[in-house]
């Protein structure tokens, strides 16, 4: 089955362009033009990816993505005409996957998206997270268990895609280890990952947001470095 892309920009032009791109990757696609109607189809459909334009009616970009984001994993790639480095920066603090500056190259755009699906699925690759073998991870309340991508709070069973997953469970693993992000990226998505640098931290924020803090353990920033997973005995 193809994957499919909501579209989702207020000129219909660009949509049209992207849907003639993307069908010809093999991609199945819908067109919506306004920020409300975006979140009603992603309520009522199955999408695996969604291309964004910032500046809409009714409700601009930034806004459909802090909505969407309160019930949705989906990736999102912002395609907007901003192309201040500001503006790429506030995409991803509202939790978009990627940013792309109009007019764009569409094998450009393209080519983002492949690299969003490639690391939107679990990884095999025995250096980053980990495979069957993997043991379950346990921290006072905080239970991470790759056998089947499983991130529990005491009995409760918290939502989170694969590369969240994966990342928890990179930094929980090596306790009280920092890490860059450059080096969590070459670890948990791939050496050859061309993307910027804040989707570490946007992955940091999704998880701090869903888990919060433990007793006995912490997901910490260390300020002008990167991460760690802190722990501190009972």
Known sequence: MSQKILIVDDDDNI??????????EGYATEICHNGNDALVRLKENAFDLVLLDVMMPEMDGYETLTEARKFSDIPIIMVSAKGEPMDKISGLDYGADDYVTKPFEPQELISRIKAIFRR?????????????????????????????????IGDRIVDMPPKEIELLYYLASHPMQVFTREQLLK???????????????????RIREKLGSGKTWKLNTVWGVGYKFETELP
Do not use: F
Request: charged fraction near 25%; glycine fraction near 4%; hydrophobic fraction near 30%.
């Open 120 to 152: 939107s699925q679990p990884t095999t690759r025995p250096a980053a997270t980990e495979t069957a073998e993997s043991p379950d991870l346990h921290y006072d309340d905080l239970y991470i268990g790759m056998r089947n991508y499983i991130v529990k």
């Open 187 to 205: 670890k948990v998505w791939s050496n050859d990952y061309q993307g910027d640098e804040r989707t570490v931290d946007v992955h940091i924020k």
């Open 15 to 24: 949509c049209q362009l992207l849907t003639l791109y993307l069908v010809k």
